[in-house]
């Protein structure tokens, strides 16, 4: 097996500065609905979190919101299906295009079956 299959194969982490008083939450309840209200036009209902392994996103956010910083380990083969199609440049730093991955809610059930940890910065 190559390198680079090695790589496809390894899980993915995606990285989430929680908001002020909801890493705990998150962290033992998992993502739900209620947690990320539709109510356009300000929210979405969507869970923003920094694309898969670069935590540099949630770091910036972190310094704000100081609850640490929640990874989610997700398989490679759940990955690529469930969430690489929800990946968008977020911006560029660098020289290096970071990117963030928008979790709807309908999503939130499979996003819960992986392993979270919150972690301080």
Do not use: H, W
């Amino acid at each position: 097996m190559s390198s680079n299959q090695d790589f496809l194969n390894q899980p993915r982490t995606l990285y989430k500065a929680p908001q002020k008083g909801k890493g705990k939450k998150l962290l033992e309840q998992g993502f739900q609905i209620d947690d990320f209200p539709y109510n356009p036009p300000y929210l979405d209902g969507n869970c923003y979190f920094a694309g898969p392994d670069d935590r540099s996103i949630a770091e910036e956010f972190n310094q704000s919101y100081q609850e640490g910083i929640l990874e989610i380990t997700i398989d490679s083969e759940s990955y690529a299906q469930d969430f690489k199609p929800l990946e968008c440049r977020y911006d560029e730093k660098n020289d290096r295009e970071r990117i963030e991955v928008v979790v709807p809610q309908r999503l939130f059930p499979t996003l819960n079956q992986f392993p979270r940890t919150l972690k301080p910065q």
